[in-house]
């Protein structure tokens, strides 16, 4: 079964699996260390990154490595970035509108600046 890379990110789990291994190459267990999760749910996340093509895992003696893929979140980051625009002006109208109220008094009236 082929998974979506936004099935992948959905999870905060797989998020967190993705930033620990976007710093360091790491064993599925020295992953599993790190979450108060059990050992065959964190198994799961992976097998999710790596069907999402995420995460690569190779077997090196009894031990199987986890890597990240970061080229393959590429659809995922290009999906987001056509909001970004949307976004930065909505914050930027919400941010003047912020902006006119705080220059208004209690009364309605409008602040005047001293000079």
């Known amino acids: 079964m ?8 959905a999870d905060p789990v797989r998020r967190d699996i993705i930033q620990l291994l976007a710093e360091e ?10 979450f108060d999760v059990s050992r065959p749910a964190i ?8 069907e ?8 090196q ?5 986890c890597q990240i ?4 979140l590429i659809p995922a ?8 625009k949307l976004w930065e002006d909505k914050l930027d109208s919400f941010e003047d509108y912020l902006m006119r109220l705080q220059t208004r008094l209690p009364d309605g009236k409008a602040h005047k600046p001293k000079k």
Do not use: M
């Open 52 to 59: 999402c093509g995420l995460v690569a895992i190779r077997k």
């Open 25 to 34: 190459t790491l064993t599925v267990n020295s992953v599993a260390e790190k």
């Open 77 to 84: 980051f290009l999906w987001i970035d056509q909001y970004k």
């Open 43 to 50: 198994s799961k996340h992976l097998k999710i990154l790596q």
């Open 2 to 9: 082929r998974r979506d890379v936004f099935q992948a990110i």
């Open 69 to 72: 893929r970061p080229k393959n």
């Open 61 to 65: 003696g009894r031990e199987r490595y």
